[in-house]
C-alpha cells in the first residue's frame, strides 16, 4: 500500500511480527539455559567444584606402613622390613609430544637398567589400574640413581623417589616355605571381605603364614598433603596422617629346630620334608622342605623367568612345600596306623601270634619281607620292632576279610586324607585308597580293575595307592603320643604390640577326642620304643646311643620309576612325649639310612644336645 511522503512507520505485517516473536522466544531460552547453567555450577555444584581446583593444587601422597614383625617362640626375629628407595613416574606429567615422551622413557630405561618397551608396558598397565597415580618403575633403586634423577630433574619430568617399607627374611632360604612371600594385591583379591581397607599397589601377603595372619601384619597405611604448583612442583607440607604400623606375630617356631631339620634335609641333597610337633597342643616347632627358596627375591617383582625356575620340577619345585603337599606313600611308618585299627577294632589283641615265614601268597601274588627276612612267630610289639611285613600283610588281608574299610576309617580318624587344619594355605588333602573309592573309578572307566585284598595288603604296609604327607603322618603319631588327642597343627602362637605385649591368644582346640585304649597305646608304644632301642630294632642302630629314649618307626616306600623313599616318624621322651618328628626324604633308600639319622638331628637341637652325640652312626637296617 502506498503511503505519503511524510509518514515514515514500520508496517508490521503479520509475517514479520511471527519472526520477531520465534527470534525472541529463542533469545530467551538460550537465555534461561546459560542462566540455570551458571546457577548449577556456582551454586549447586560450586563445593565440588571448589574442591577440584583445590586438588589441581593438592596432592596426596601414601605413607606406606610397614609390616608387623614375625618372631620365633624365644623371640628371635624371623622377619622384619628395610626401607628401600623406589622410582616413580607421573603419567600426567611425561611429554605430551610422543617422540619427546619415547625419548625420556628410553633415558629413563637406560638409567634404570629395564628395556624401555618394558617401561611403556608398565606405565600403561598400571595407569588403567590407578588413572592419576604414580607408576612404581622400579624398586629398591641404589642411591647412585637417585642422586642422578635429583640432579637432571628437568630431563626427566614427572619422576620421583619415595622411600617404601620391603619385606626382609634375614635367613634367607630358613623356613621359607612358613614365612610366604608378599605382593602387590590384585584386583581379584580386593573384591574379598579380608582385604577391606586395602587399594591396588598395597602390598598384603600371597603365601605362607604371611597370607594367613595378614590382616595382622598388615598394618594401616597413612597419608600426607602436600601443596603443588602449576607444574606440579611440592611448595610444602599441608598435614600428615602418620602410618600405622602392623603388629608383631609370635610363631610357635623354635629357630634351632627349624635350622637343624632343613640342614639335615639339605645334607642328602634330595628332594624331602619335615614336621616337628609338640603333640600335646599341636604347636609346630619345625617345618622345612627342600629345596627352599630365598623369599627376598618376592620382595620386588619377580620376573616370569625366575618363577619358572621357582616352580620346574627340573630344579625340584623350590615353591612346593613338601611338608604339606608332598604326597607318598609311607612305607612302614603306616604300621602305627594298621596296628591301632586293628587293636581297637577288636580284630587282635596285643598277645596275638602270627607267624612270618618271608612272604605271603594271595591270589597268586606273593607278598614278601624286604631283604627277604623271616621273623617267625611274633606279637604285635615284636612284629613293630623289627618291622614284620608278613605279620602286617596278615593283617591287612584279615581287616579286607572282616569288611575292607577298617584300616580306612582309622586312618582318617588319626588324621590322613583330609587337611590337618594347619594355619598353612594351599594344604594337600591326600588319599586313603579304599574298596569304594577303587570301584568308583572301575565303573568310570578310569582304573584297570575293582578293589582286591592286595590293595589292602599293600594299604597295612603304607604302600600302593595312600598319598599322605610328613604332616599327617606327624598327627597321626602325636595322636597316639597325647593318649588319643587329634591336635590342630598351628604355626602361629599370638599377636602381640611392638613391645611384646599380647594382643591375642591363637589357640585352636584339638579337632576330636578318640577312645584309644591304654592296651592299644602302651603296646604301640612298647613296639616303637624297641624299635629303636633294643637289638634288631630297625632304628636301634641310630638311636641306641641316643642320650633320651625315644619310640620310632622307619619306613621305606616304593614309587613307581622312582628309588626307595626314606621316612621316619618317632616321639621323644618315649615316657612322656614332647614332640613328634616326621622326615621323609625322596630317593633316600631305607628308612634307617636316610630320614633317621636326620631327625635324630631335629631331637638334639629341641634338646640342646651337641656333638657327636647330636649326630650318631646312621644305620642300615632293612625297611
Known sequence: MYLPS???????????????????????ALFAIAFFRLWYLQVLSGDRYLAEANNNRVRNIKVEAPRGKIVDRNGTVLVDNRTALSAQVIPQRLPADTARRNREIRRLGTVLGIKPAVLQRRIRRESRKLPYSPVTLKTDVGLDTVFYLEENQTAFRG??????????????????????TTGEVTKQQLKEGRYAGVSLGDRVGQSGIEYTYDRYLRGKNGASRVEVDALGRPKGELSVRDPLPGKQLRLSIDLAVQKAGQEALASFGRPGAFVALDPRNGDVIGLGSNPSFDPNVFAKSLTRSEYKRLTSPANGAPLTDRAIQGLYPTGSAFKLITSTAVLESGLITPATVLFDGGSLS??????????????????????LQVSSDVFFYQLGLMADQRGGDIIQKWASRLGL???????????????????????????????????????????????????????QLAVAYSTIANGGRVVTPHIGLRVEDET????????????????????????????????????????????????????????TAQRPGQADQSWYAVMAPYSDPRIVVAMTIERGGFGAEAAAPAA??????????????????????PD
Open 6 to 28: 511524510g509518514d515514515r512507520r514500520l508496517v508490521v505485517t503479520p509475517q514479520l511480527a511471527l519472526r520477531v516473536a520465534v527470534l525472541g522466544g529463542v533469545a530467551l
Open 362 to 383: 594271595v591270589g597268586g601274588l606273593v607278598f614278601k619281607n624286604a631283604g627277604g627276612a623271616a621273623y617267625g612267630a611274633l606279637s604285635l610289639v615284636r612284629a
Open 159 to 180: 619422576v620421583n623417589v619415595r622411600r617404601v617399607f620391603l619385606r626382609r627374611y634375614p635367613y634367607g632360604e630358613l623356613g621359607a616355605h612358613l614365612f610366604g
Open 417 to 471: 586324607g583330609h587337611p590337618t587344619g594347619i594355619d598353612l594355605p594351599g594344604e594337600a588333602a591326600g588319599l586313603i585308597p579304599s574298596p569304594a573309592w577303587r570301584n568308583r573309578l572301575f565303573r568310570k572307566h578310569l582304573t584297570d580293575r575293582p578293589w582286591t585284598p592286595g590293595d589292602n595288603i599293600n594299604l597295612a604296609v603304607g604302600q600302593g595307592d595312600l598319598q599322605a604327607d610328613p604332616l
Open 500 to 555: 611384646g605385649r599380647v594382643l591375642q591368644e591363637i589357640d585352636p582346640r584339638a579337632r576330636r577326642k578318640l577312645n584309644i585304649s591304654a592296651t592299644t597305646r602302651s603296646a604301640i608304644m612298647s613296639g616303637l620304643r624297641a624299635a629303636a632301642n633294643d637289638p634288631g630294632g630297625t632304628s636301634a642302630p641310630v638311636f641306641s646311643d641316643f642320650p633320651i629314649t625315644v619310640a620310632g618307626k622307619t619306613g
Open 600 to 621: 635324630r638331628r631335629v631331637l638334639a637341637a629341641y634338646f640342646g644336645i651337641k656333638g657327636k652325640k647330636a649326630v650318631g652312626q646312621a644305620g642300615h637296617a
